[in-house]
């Protein structure tokens, strides 16, 4: 008796916690996305018409689009930066100690806020910023590059700045793994550098990657901060429509979107999980 | 201190005199409210919640040191200060809201009425708020007007109730009117009217605000300017005139007009300072704050032309008194309520362009030349500075937009959140999208 309720007791407070802290919120803002709004005041009922309304809405898909336009993007930079930055730190960098002191190098920049490390770069960008600046000086251009700011390129430039850590994390702790002995192995079976790199390498950091790519891609779906400071606000992304209902007390509309986007991520998330087992990922190490 | 004083006392006499004008009467002491025990409200906190624009840490710290007890002052944005009063009307005390949010709170029945006889100064207050008119006009009741919201049916506060009543559902404490801003030395010309905001000489040099129910007024009133269309009433529009606008936003955007559009006062103020934009929606205080930066900005006098066009859009917040609030610490809000009117807080907030609904207090404690320049629209007669001590106007330059009383007989329409909102709030996005 007492050994089969350990498990379960020693589960308890962290259930307990989960519960009250993500299943509960959750459950409250699937009810709301089925209530029903009416001039300010929001009334309790079964209605479908706000999903109607979100799936309904042409908006909805400009939305998704262009937050899957971002998410491609920032996947593939932060990717190859991050893939490769672990590759260094992983297998050319000699010295172990050496290799954890560049990666913890790589984590300074988390210190301060997200908020800060944005926005230094509109003084980069702006068109009497540092880039723009420089090229002038140097007389590469003639007029500043306005494309620089407020625009796609800004957005992509600062979430790939902001996010390629979470990519670097796993690929690292994947690679980390990887016996050398097999890269012996394919140097005697006759491979050559760029062989390893792709036949060898690539696979056994396959879930790394993976893993790194749920981060990445949630990272820019849940965001609406980025694209509203770097895009100068001519970007709208899926959550920011979400803040400007909560704006004006439009909560069951929000929600039902909220709850669409949760569905969209999970079903994101279940194709990656096909590809990886994240179990093993965080709990197998050698 | 009597006339009779003894001789020795007259320097200090003089002194005090010289400081207190010198200092714009800002030590005057506050007098006349009847002060309840001190032992009994010094344990008191008020929490006064709303945007940081209007609730201002400052004003707080000024309060309670006049008053004896504590206020403290907790700034939310818009909308995470509207839910908190509706989904935590207890962690509230006085709530501070525009117009449109004293609906909602007044819809779910969290406020509680605020006795006008109780307020000394209340016969001080504008009549753009108490009456609906100023200078001889009605006021405009496009959008949500505070007079339209202010007074309800008793201490219970049912509903809003429309004409004179004793009891209010707020108290209006700091109000302005919005406009265009702009660079002069980059635009070459006089601004007058909204349809510069969409001039096409300004293609990749404007920015219009960016938040929906107010951002889109700023369009209407450019394309009201441009003759597009004549709005029933910009401040609640139908889906058809949402629809239009939101069209016209679109083929701007599509043709490079906007480069960007901003949603917070700073990202306003580094727009214009950093030269990305020459003209766009802008409040009074971040011309003031470009100003600051030695960059030069003009705030543009849109006021009512004689074909009835152009004109400031209006706002204006208030102070609502929480359902909760009874005995002791009711009697210190309305001690707060009262301190409010009395002067201090209408001198902070003209020095950095808002007004007080009261002027007549406020002018006792600014020094003549600043309140001629703030209220009055004069020619300063000395140096003017911000409520930071920077120098933003030189002798002889005449605050922008002119006097209060022409700013607000040109109240075009007031902030608001429409009838259709949702579907407005879903085209507003779709501009921002396309």
Same mark, same amino acid.
């Given at each position: 008796? =007492?050994?089969?309720?350990?498990?379960?007791?020693?589960? &308890?407070? #962290? !259930? @307990?916690? *989960?519960? %009250?802290?993500? /299943?509960?919120?959750?459950?409250?803002?699937?009810?709301?996305?089925?209530?029903h709004?009416?001039?300010?005041d929001?009334?309790?009922?079964? =209605?479908?018409?706000?999903?109607?309304?979100?799936?309904? &809405?042409? #908006? !909805? @898909?400009? *939305?998704? %689009?262009?937050? /899957?336009?971002?998410?491609?993007?920032?996947?593939?930079?932060?990717?190859?930066?991050?893939?490769?930055?672990?590759?260094?730190?992983v297998?050319?960098?000699?010295?172990?100690?050496?290799?954890?002191?560049?990666f #913890?190098?790589?984590?300074?920049?988390?210190?301060?806020?997200?908020?800060?490390?944005?926005?230094s770069?509109?003084?980069?960008?702006?068109?009497?910023?540092?880039?723009?600046?420089?090229?002038?000086?140097?007389?590469?251009?003639?007029?500043?590059?306005?494309?620089? #700011?407020?625009?796609?390129?800004?957005?992509?430039?600062?979430?790939?700045?902001?996010?390629?850590?979470?990519?670097?994390?796993?690929?690292?702790?994947?690679?980390?793994?990887?016996?050398?002995?097999?890269?012996?192995?394919?140097?005697?079976?006759?491979?050559?550098?760029?062989?390893?790199?792709?036949?060898?390498?690539?696979?056994?950091?396959?879930?790394?990657?993976?893993?790194?790519?749920?981060?990445v891609?949630?990272?820019?779906?849940?965001?609406?901060?980025?694209?509203?400071?770097?895009?100068?606000?001519?970007?709208?992304s899926?959550?920011?429509?979400?803040?400007?209902?909560?704006?004006?007390?439009?909560?069951?509309?929000?929600?039902?979107?909220?709850?669409?986007?949760?569905?969209?991520?999970?079903?994101?998330?279940?194709l990656?999980?096909?590809?990886?087992?994240?179990?093993?990922?965080?709990?197998?190490?050698? | 201190?009597?006339?009779?004083?003894?001789?020795?006392?007259?320097?200090?006499?003089?002194?005090?005199?010289?400081?207190?004008?010198?200092?714009?009467?800002?030590?005057?002491?506050?007098?006349?409210?009847?002060?309840?025990?001190?032992?009994?409200?010094?344990?008191?906190?008020?929490?006064?919640?709303?945007?940081?624009?209007?609730?201002?840490?400052?004003?707080?710290?000024?309060?309670?040191?006049?008053?004896?007890?504590?206020?403290?002052m907790?700034n939310?944005?818009?909308?995470?200060?509207?839910?908190?009063?509706v989904?935590?009307?207890?962690?509230v005390?006085?709530?501070?809201?525009?117009?449109?949010?004293?609906?909602?709170a007044?819809?779910?029945?969290?406020?509680?009425?605020?006795?006008?006889?109780?307020?000394?100064?209340?016969?001080?207050?504008l009549?753009i708020?108490?009456q609906?008119?100023?200078?001889?006009?009605?006021?405009?009741?496009?959008?949500?007007?505070?007079?339209?919201?202010?007074y309800?049916?008793?201490?219970?506060?049912?509903?809003?109730?429309?004409?004179?009543?004793?009891?209010?559902?707020?108290?209006?404490?700091?109000?302005?009117?919005?406009?265009?801003?702009?660079?002069?030395?980059?635009?070459?010309?006089?601004?007058?009217?909204?349809?510069?905001?969409?001039?096409?000489?300004?293609?990749?040099?404007?920015?219009?605000?960016?938040?929906?129910n107010?951002?889109?007024?700023?369009?209407?009133?450019?394309?009201?300017?441009?003759?597009?269309?004549?709005?029933g009433?910009?401040?609640?529009?139908?889906?058809?005139e949402?629809?239009?606008?939101?069209?016209?936003?679109?083929?701007?955007?599509?043709q490079?007009?906007?480069?960007?559009?901003w949603s917070?006062?700073?990202q306003?103020?580094?727009?214009?300072a950093?030269g990305?934009?020459?003209?766009?929606?802008?409040?009074?205080?971040?011309?003031?704050?470009?100003?600051?930066?030695?960059?030069?900005?003009?705030?543009?006098?849109?006021?009512?032309?004689?074909?009835?066009?152009?004109?400031?859009?209006?706002?204006?917040?208030?102070?609502?008194?929480m359902?909760?609030?009874?005995?002791?610490?009711?009697?210190?809000?309305?001690?707060?309520?009262n301190?409010?009117?009395?002067?201090?807080?209408?001198?902070?907030?003209?020095?950095?362009?808002?007004?007080?609904?009261?002027?007549?207090?406020?002018k006792?404690h600014?020094?003549?030349?600043?309140?001629?320049?703030?209220?009055?629209?004069?020619?300063?007669?000395e140096?003017i500075?911000?409520?930071?001590?920077?120098?933003?106007g030189?002798?002889?330059?005449?605050?922008?937009?002119?006097?209060?009383?022409?700013?607000?007989?040109?109240?075009?329409?007031?902030?608001t959140?429409?009838?259709?909102?949702?579907?407005?709030?879903q085209?507003?996005?779709?501009?921002?999208?396309?």
């Amino acid at each position: 008796m =007492s050994i089969r309720l350990k498990p379960y007791l020693q589960l &308890a407070p #962290l !259930t @307990l916690v *989960l519960l %009250l802290f993500v /299943a509960m919120p959750l459950v409250f803002v699937v009810i709301v996305s089925f209530f029903h709004t009416e001039g300010f005041d929001t009334v309790a009922a079964f =209605s479908l018409e706000n999903y109607a309304s979100v799936l309904g &809405a042409k #908006l !909805t @898909l400009m *939305l998704y %689009l262009k937050m /899957a336009k971002y998410a491609v993007l920032t996947w593939f930079f932060c990717t190859v930066i991050g893939f490769f930055i672990a590759y260094f730190l992983v297998f050319h960098v000699r010295n172990r100690t050496v290799a954890i002191g560049l990666f #913890l190098l790589c984590t300074v920049p988390f210190w301060t806020s997200n908020v800060i490390r944005m926005i230094s770069w509109l003084p980069m960008l702006g068109q009497e910023g540092v880039v723009n600046s420089a090229l002038m000086a140097v007389g590469a251009i003639d007029s500043p590059l306005r494309f620089l #700011l407020y625009s796609d390129f800004a957005v992509v430039l600062a979430y790939v700045h902001l996010f390629t850590i979470f990519m670097i994390v796993p690929v690292f702790n994947a690679m980390s793994r990887i016996d050398r002995n097999l890269f012996e192995a394919a140097l005697d079976a006759g491979a050559g550098r760029l062989q390893t790199l792709l036949l060898v390498v690539l696979p056994l950091t396959k879930s790394g990657i993976a893993l790194g790519s749920i981060f990445v891609v949630t990272l820019v779906m849940g965001d609406f901060y980025v694209v509203k400071v770097m895009s100068g606000g001519r970007a709208a992304s899926v959550v920011s429509a979400m803040f400007d209902d909560i704006s004006t007390m439009l909560f069951p509309h929000a929600a039902a979107s909220a709850v669409i986007l949760l569905a969209v991520l999970t079903a994101l998330i279940a194709l990656v999980g096909r590809f990886i087992d994240v179990r093993h990922e965080l709990v197998a190490s050698k | 201190m009597s006339e009779d004083t003894k001789p020795a006392d007259s320097g200090r006499r003089a002194v005090l005199k010289t400081a207190a004008l010198g200092i714009a009467a800002a030590a005057v002491p506050i007098s006349g409210f009847p002060q309840i025990m001190k032992r009994e409200i010094k344990d008191i906190t008020l929490r006064h919640i709303g945007v940081s624009y209007a609730v201002q840490r400052a004003i707080g710290e000024q309060a309670s040191k006049d008053l004896g007890f504590k206020i403290e002052m907790q700034n939310l944005d818009t909308s995470a200060s509207i839910t908190r009063f509706v989904t935590q009307p207890n962690s509230v005390d006085i709530a501070d809201m525009e117009g449109w949010q004293v609906k909602v709170a007044m819809a779910r029945g969290i406020l509680q009425g605020i006795d006008s006889q109780k307020i000394k100064e209340f016969d001080g207050i504008l009549p753009i708020f108490t009456q609906g008119v100023y200078e001889g006009r009605k006021v405009s009741r496009q959008g949500i007007s505070p007079y339209e919201t202010m007074y309800t049916d008793g201490p219970a506060a049912g509903k809003i109730l429309e004409g004179q009543q004793r009891w209010l559902t707020f108290l209006p404490q700091v109000f302005n009117a919005d406009s265009i801003g702009y660079r002069p030395d980059k635009v070459g010309r006089e601004v007058t009217e909204w349809k510069d905001l969409i001039d096409p000489k300004f293609k990749g040099r404007a920015a219009i605000l960016d938040i929906p129910n107010i951002g889109i007024m700023d369009a209407a009133q450019a394309l009201e300017s441009r003759g597009d269309l004549v709005y029933g009433n910009k401040g609640n529009m139908t889906r058809k005139e949402i629809d239009t606008t939101i069209a016209a936003l679109i083929e701007l955007k599509k043709q490079g007009h906007f480069r960007a559009s901003w949603s917070t006062f700073e990202q306003s103020v580094e727009l214009m300072a950093s030269g990305e934009v020459f003209i766009q929606s802008m409040w009074s205080p971040a011309v003031t704050a470009v100003l600051e930066k030695g960059i030069p900005c003009i705030y543009a006098p849109v006021g009512i032309k004689p074909n009835g066009k152009e004109g400031y859009r209006g706002w204006c917040n208030g102070m609502g008194l929480m359902k909760h609030l009874t005995g002791k610490k009711l009697e210190a809000a309305y001690e707060y309520l009262n301190w409010y009117y009395s002067g201090w807080q209408g001198a902070y907030v003209a020095r950095h362009g808002y007004y007080s609904p009261v002027p007549r207090t406020a002018k006792a404690h600014m020094t003549p030349s600043e309140f001629d320049y703030w209220y009055m629209g004069k020619p300063a007669a000395e140096a003017i500075r911000s409520s930071h001590g920077q120098p933003i106007g030189a002798v002889g330059s005449v605050r922008d937009g002119g006097s209060l009383a022409q700013r607000f007989s040109n109240i075009a329409c007031w902030n608001t959140v429409m009838d259709e909102n949702q579907y407005m709030v879903q085209r507003w996005n779709e501009f921002k999208a396309a």
